[in-house]
């Protein structure tokens, strides 16, 4: 029987899990796709149960291919979520995940009666729409029964931490993103939640990311053949579980990962300044930092292109061959633009009310057209990010690459070409859950022996004719936005 360490991450489009041996191999992986549900316009909520019953799918479906002993489990999972659960641990409603900008309204009194700059300093993040403490507010507000019923708030891998083990805890790196977390002091945000009116002891226990949060319970080892008494690493955020695991011991490296959203990220010695855009928050190793940027729909958004608009399954197959025609178009996609902010923007400004567009359409182009224009208005986006953080202090000469998009020639070499930068394609891409797994064998004292940094693949390099080319596209994108920032926001 060999020993291998677990590490699950809850994506946004799918859960994943890897087991790893003690060496970083992987052994075996699987995944599990969930639907977003958007009921109204601005809404994105997801079932809880429906991520727990992927969860246990894919943990059974990696253990199926053993025999082996779990030394430990890691958690990763989207960040920004909320998860109201009851003195029974039942959901009082649908996670409201943080693509959502339902809670326009409450933006604006978090605003009026806390004010932005206090938001940011306390709290490392700015008032915008998606984020727990946020959506918690909508809650308190439009459904009343929902709010009062619930015992605690999660993020949505501490949910999946509660099902697995009993313990309701998160930790640093998520509670970091929920905006109801104090990261000066490691304390839950009390005073801005006062001032709101909501009710501080909602907030769960903090425990470091580094440490065991608790065992796997008889119930769950029934779901997902694990043993009981197996132990649950705190784990962390995804993005703060993959820089675990992406190499970026370079300082001069900056991550970025092409998954549901895009995000831009990297650990940093000091919390970054807030007034270069970026988000900031704690990192799982404490006493260090990670500062991100997003691009609220990257794959989410090419995911909708495939399904909604052209009419296609969102198969895997479907996806590729999808990625394969937008990689044949020429740079540029022939005059077509896409500015890609389909569920707003947060970073380097919030406005949830920003929707996407696309500029230059002609009899001329077709599906494959559209979906490279969408590539590339993302990537711009991401570049904007990358530059902020060199804005920063922080020196970028290098991307890694990662996440389910990054599979795509397309995707790859459009980020190259649109930030002028090398990109090496990490052999991980599965970076969360690679890096949860990474975390859970820390967390019971057995390192990994293995040195990520080389867990690379091929290094794209900038085509100096694309640059030219996107180095328009850049201007041009800003124009359009900048010429759409008055728009009437339509009534909903
Ligand atoms: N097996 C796959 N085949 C084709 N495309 C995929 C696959 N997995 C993910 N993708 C693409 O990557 C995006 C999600 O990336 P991923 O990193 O898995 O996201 P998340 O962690 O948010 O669930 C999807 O929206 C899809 O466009
Ligand atoms: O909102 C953010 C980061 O601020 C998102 O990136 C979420 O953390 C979800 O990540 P993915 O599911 O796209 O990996």
Excluded at 154 to 171: A, N, Q, V
Excluded at 481 to 489: C, F, I, P
Aim: aromatic share 6%; hydrophobic share 40%.
């Amino acid at each position: 029987m060999r020993d291998v360490y677990l590490g699950v991450d809850l994506g946004t489009s799918s859960a994943k899990a890897v087991l790893l041996d003690g060496q970083g191999l992987v052994l075996a992986q699987a995944q599990s796709r969930y639907d977003v549900h958007r009921p109204a316009s601005d809404w994105a909520e997801q079932d809880p149960e429906s991520w727990w019953r992927a969860v246990c799918g894919v943990i059974s479906d990696v253990l199926s291919r053993g025999p082996f002993r779990v030394l430990s489990v890691g958690l990763a999972g989207q960040m920004h979520g909320l998860v109201l659960v009851d003195d029974a641990g039942l959901p009082t409603r649908n996670a409201i995940i943080w693509s959502d900008s339902r809670s326009r309204a409450q933006e604006r009194i978090w605003a009026d009666r806390v004010g932005n700059d206090t938001v940011t300093t306390t709290t490392g993040f700015p008032i915008a729409t998606g984020f727990a403490g946020v959506s918690l507010s909508w809650v308190r507000d439009e459904e009343p029964e929902a709010y009062g019923r619930a015992s605690t708030v999660l993020l949505p891998k501490d949910f999946i931490r509660y099902r697995l083990t009993g313990e309701l805890s998160t930790e640093p790196t998520d509670a970091g993103g929920s905006l109801l977390y104090d990261i000066r002091h490691h304390t839950p945000a009390t005073a801005i939640m006062s001032e709101l009116e909501l009710d501080p002891d909602l907030f769960p226990s903090v425990v470091p990311s580094l440490s065991v949060s608790g065992a796997v319970s008889s119930e769950a080892a029934r779901e997902t053949g694990l043993a009981a008494g197996t132990p649950v690493a705190a784990g962390g955020s995804d993005q703060s579980m993959g820089t675990m695991v992406l190499g970026l011991e370079d300082p001069s490296r900056v991550a970025i990962a092409i998954s549901s959203g895009g995000t831009v990220f990297k650990r940093t010695a000091r919390p970054l300044d807030s007034r270069f855009g970026l988000h900031v928050m704690p990192h799982a190793v404490e006493g260090t930092w990670l500062a991100m940027g997003v691009v609220l729909s990257a794959g989410l958004g090419i995911d909708w292109l495939a399904d909604r608009v052209f009419g296609e399954q969102r198969s895997p197959a479907a996806l590729s061959a999808l990625m394969a025609d937008a990689d044949d178009v020429p740079a540029g996609s022939e005059g077509l633009m896409f500015s890609a902010a389909l569920a707003g923007t947060r970073t380097p400004r919030v406005d949830a009310s920003r929707r996407g567009s696309l500029v230059g359409l002609g009899f001329e182009h077709g599906k494959a057209h559209i979906a490279r224009a969408m590539v590339e208005g993302v990537c711009v986006g991401l570049d904007a990010s990358v530059r902020s953080m060199a804005q920063a202090g922080e020196p970028i000469r290098e991307i890694v690459v990662s996440g389910g998009g990054a599979r795509f020639p397309v995707w790859r070499q459009t980020l190259s070409d649109v930030t002028g930068l090398p990109v090496v394609v990490s052999s991980d891409l599965e970076h969360s859950a690679m890096g949860a797994a990474s975390t859970g064998a820390l967390a019971v004292g057995r390192p990994l022996e293995t040195d990520f940094g080389t867990h690379v693949g091929e290094t794209i390099h900038p085509d100096p004719a694309a640059v030219a080319v996107y180095s328009e596209l850049r201007s041009e994108l800003a124009s359009v936005e900048l010429a759409l920032a008055n728009r009437k926001e339509p009534q909903s």
